[in-house]
């Protein structure tokens, strides 16, 4: 069983965290380790909503918290993430957000058919979509 006081200190932890400025850190760690420029080319983006997070707004509309990730199969861990409540926002906007977040230079950005439109596709730095 975890202790009381522990569990209140994790809290107030977290809660004080940079959590952008720890992601950059986190990216850029990854990043320098040996063989991920060589070897990362491929990066899969993909949007959850996150289990138990619907809440009512004023208006009485329901909002649930989402999030979109930039996952790397070659390196086995998402190196990026963005999260965004429903109702403020929505997942082409977060991973637009994303991209703008990473280099993008010789990477393929695989994304599922919402991500496909033509105005988020040309928006992107990268290279202009092949489906």
């Known amino acids: ?72 199969n070659t390196l086995g861990v998402a190196i990026a993430q963005n999260t965004y409540a429903t109702d403020a926002g929505g997942e082409i906007a977060a991973l637009r957000q994303l991209l703008d977040r990473v280099d993008l230079n010789g990477l393929l950005v695989q994304a599922d058919a919402l991500h496909s439109n033509r105005p988020f596709s040309s928006t992107s730095s990268s290279v202009a979509p092949t489906s």
């Open 1 to 72: 069983m975890a202790n009381p006081s522990s569990d209140s200190t994790f809290r107030l932890l977290l809660s004080q965290l940079d959590v952008d400025g720890f992601e950059a850190l986190l990216q850029q760690w990854m990043a320098a380790q040996p063989g991920v420029t060589e070897t990362v080319d491929t990066l899969v983006c993909d949007g959850k909503t996150l289990r138990g997070s619907i809440d009512q707004t004023a208006s009485g509309a329901a909002r649930f918290i989402a999030q979109v990730s930039l996952y790397s």
